[in-house]
């Protein structure tokens, strides 16, 4: 079975990417991996191979045209993301608290090595 029939469609990936980097010293959304993809690109990629619902939050005046976000990405947008992560999650959660999903993975836009095989694990274990 492909990654893509697999999907879970019980299951929303929730990616968190309203950061400032401030640690990182640029905006780490952007920076480009080995592969040629950047970081914020290649965590969208794996969330989308394993989840049919994918959203993403973003400050509020961010350029998701700038930033590439694929079109099957939902936009989540966090007005009080400066105040840190936990607003930001909580901008995710109220954006799909009608959706018919049966549960919310958190993924955080920095992490993309998380394999297929662990967000496929997560995804069995919500369901």
């Known amino acids: 079975m492909s990654s ?3 999907q879970n469609p019980k299951v929303f990936a929730l990616v ?3 950061g400032r980097s401030r640690r ?3 905006d780490k959304r952007q920076a ?4 040629g993809r950047t ?3 290649a965590s969208l990629e794996n969330a989308g191979r394993e989840f049919s619902n994918v959203g993403l939050v973003l400050r509020a005046d961010d350029d998701a045209e700038a930033l590439g976000i694929p079109a099957h990405v939902t936009i989540i947008r966090s007005e009080h993301a400066d105040l840190g992560m936990g607003h930001s999650l909580a901008s995710g959660i109220a954006a799909v ?3 018919a999903d049966e549960a919310v993975a958190i993924l955080l836009a920095d992490m993309p090595w998380i394999t297929p095989q662990t967000l496929r694990e997560l995804a069995s274990l919500a369901t």
């Open 39 to 41: 970081l914020l690109t």
């Open 4 to 6: 893509i029939d697999s």
């Open 16 to 18: 968190l990417a309203a």
């Open 97 to 99: 608290m009608d959706s």
């Open 32 to 35: 480009a991996l080995p592969c």
């Open 24 to 26: 990182f010293g640029g």
